[in-house]
Every structure is written in C-alpha cells, then in structure tokens.
C-alpha cells in the first residue's frame, strides 16, 4: 500500500533530478566548447580540430537542442565560471546589440610600491598592448594588483575586445607589450622589478612583492 502510494513522488522527484542532472551536462559541454575553440588564440595558434574539441563541439550543440529546454539553451554559462576559466567575459554592446569580450577583473591586491610604479608609468607615458585572451596579459595584470592596474594606461588590441584599437595595435606582435613614445621596451610577461628598472623607477624592493611574480622570462602570446 506504501509503495503505490510514494512511486509517482518518485518518479517526479527522479525525472527534476535527471533533468537538473543533463542541464548542468550540457552547460558543461557549452563551456567545454566554447574554451576549446579559444585556447588555440590564446596561445597564438590555429584553432584547435583535434578529436576531443571535434566532439565536444557536437555535443555542445546536441545538448542544447536536445537536453535542455529553449529557456535554457539561449543561456550562457555564470560570467564568473567563463571568467575563472578563460580570463575574459563575453559583454554586449548596447548600441550595436554586438558580442565583445572584455578581461576579468583583477582579483588580486596591490602593494603600496605596485600603486606608485604604476602611476610612474603613467607619468613617463608608457603604455601596455593587451589581448583580453592571452593568459600572459592576465597575468600582468594580476602582478600589479586591483588598484594599481586601474592606473595603468594599457590598449586593448585582441580582435572583438571591448575598446580594440586596430589602428595603434598594428605595430604590435605580441603579448604584453611596454612602449614608450612608439617604441618598444619591454615585451611578454616581465616581473614588476624588470619592468621599473627598465622605466627608470628607483627604489623598488622585489622582496615586496607577492610570489605571483612572473616565473617565465619575457613570455608573451605572439600572432
């Protein structure tokens, strides 16, 4: 008499957790696609056709038609989740209705000498060249820290990136890059130490600095 009673409880409770089950594959799988299909740019490669990314394409595409419903299928993954994952989020242009990506946000903090070497920058007129999908820019920014980056003069050149700006990116072939009045003087990932001995900052103690400091000399995301 119990059984009959709980099994359509059940079955409702089982068909919502296999629902919720197959929706979070297939958002899972949108995901999947959507980093497979960047990583190649990030790195400066072509995009990626091996046998994994071939897949996870179709089931990406599968699953929106077929394991989710309509509401569902037109979402996008959690801004944080492609932020953590990629570096970067996808925003919409108000007046175009276009898709641009802008970086995530810096996460973490800056060290009183962090803040003045960059607000020196500034003052020498020197200028980053960044791509929101290179992994090497991220990290630069991550070495000056929350407020220190808000003082950096930087330009955004990765195509489709919020603010691009082709024209003054033409000169540029890689991944984070310093110039200073049209020339270069320092290219890839350096460490804030390199980067103020290099623009003439004086008095700056690397033994202050975070051990998030760059580990791989001057690499950067080429073209």
């Known amino acids: 008499l119990i059984l009959p009673a709980i099994s359509p409880v059940l079955a409702r409770h089982n068909i919502r957790m296999a629902l919720r ?40 595409v599968a699953a929106t038609g077929v394991f989710v419903s309509p509401h ?76 220190a980056w808000r003082e950096v003069p930087w330009v955004e050149c990765g195509k489709g990136g919020v603010n691009q700006d082709a024209r003054k990116c033409a000169k540029v072939d890689g991944y984070p890059a310093f110039y200073k009045g049209g020339k270069e003087i320092l290219s890839g990932e350096v460490s804030l130490a390199r980067l103020a001995d290099a623009t003439g900052f004086v008095g700056f103690d690397a033994a202050v600095e975070p051990e998030r400091q760059a580990t791989t000399s001057a690499a950067a995301c080429k073209l």
């Open 72 to 147: 569902v299928a037109m979402a996008a993954p959690p801004f944080a989740v492609i932020s953590e994952e990629l570096g970067y989020f996808p925003v919409s242009n108000p007046s175009t209705g276009e898709m641009m990506y802008a970086p995530a946000r810096v996460s973490s903090e800056s060290t009183d000498q962090a803040i003045n070497l960059a607000r020196h920058l500034k003052k020498e007129g020197v200028v980053m060249y960044s791509a929101f999908w290179c992994p090497h820019c991220r990290n630069q920014r991550e070495m000056f820290g929350r407020a």
């Open 21 to 60: 089950i197959l929706r979070s594959f297939s958002l899972f799988l949108i995901l999947s696609h959507h980093i497979c299909s960047t990583r190649g740019l990030s790195l400066g490669l072509s995009p990626p056709t091996s046998r994994r990314c071939i897949i996870s394409r179709g089931l990406a």
